[in-house]
């Protein structure tokens, strides 16, 4: 079956850090870009980071630069999201996704997210 | 800073009625790389249309995208039960993805 699936979401304080992760399957994972989306309590989406197939390049919200690090495994079909100085608007629940993310020396071009996990949730609270 | 502003809030309707369900761009775009998902409270969104008005795989035909520069429409010609649900517009590209704030199709 072709699915993600998150996992690493807790109760955290803020300042604090938490690593997500995403398992895929089914599909040949390093043929496709990822993101992380997230959605706050009641409220709609917001597109966190992106990363390529291979893993060479990134992409992030500026709400998250420079706190949040996306990054893959492909021998493991797995994506991961380090998140660190939590703070509490970082509280929502937090999916994966598959889209393609191509980039050249200077940018990368995010297209739209056909699978998604069903989510992660963190809440940042002291 | 680029916005999608989703029109209405929510919307109102019965089984077997139109729904026509905007997004507005603050910005013209040059290319239709637009695309609506919908979302079941407590589930994961579900890809509806890319390029604007592409099927996704699977969506049935009586769902459909049209639009271009600010203004894109989702249209549901005939509502079913499963419809009443919550959809997003999205812009995608080397900006980043930017969602719209949902519009909610309600009986």
């Not at chain 1, 072709?2 to 304080?13: D, I, M, N």
């Not at chain 2, 509806?48 to 099927?55: C, D, F, K, T, V």
Request: proline share 4%; with cysteine.
């Amino acid at each position: 079956e072709v699915q993600l699936v998150e996992s690493g979401g807790s109760v955290v304080r803020p300042g604090g850090s938490l690593r997500l992760s995403c398992a895929a399957s089914g599909f040949t994972f390093d043929d496709y870009g990822m993101s992380w989306v997230r959605q706050a309590p009641g409220k709609g989406l917001e597109w966190v980071s992106g990363i390529n197939w291979s893993g060479g390049s990134t992409g992030y919200a500026d709400s998250v630069k420079g706190r949040f690090a996306v990054s893959r495994d492909n021998t493991k079909n797995s994506l991961f999201l380090q998140m660190n100085s939590l703070r509490a608007e970082d509280t929502a629940l937090y999916f994966c996704a598959r889209g393609e993310v191509a980039c050249s020396p200077t940018n990368c071009y995010y297209g739209y997210l056909d699978l998604w996990g069903r989510g992660t949730r963190v809440t940042v609270s002291s | 800073e680029f916005v999608l502003t989703q029109s209405p809030g929510t919307l109102s309707l019965s089984p077997g009625e139109r729904a026509t369900l905007s997004c507005r761009a603050s910005q013209s775009l040059s290319n239709r790389d637009f695309a609506w998902y919908q979302q079941k409270p407590g589930q994961a969104p579900r890809l509806l249309i890319y390029g604007a008005s592409s099927r996704a795989t699977g969506i049935p035909d009586r769902i459909s995208g049209s639009g271009s520069g600010t203004d894109f429409t989702l249209t549901i010609s005939r509502l079913e039960p499963e419809d009443f649900i919550v959809y997003y517009c999205q812009h995608y590209g080397s900006q980043g993805l930017t969602f719209g704030g949902g519009t909610k199709v309600e009986i």
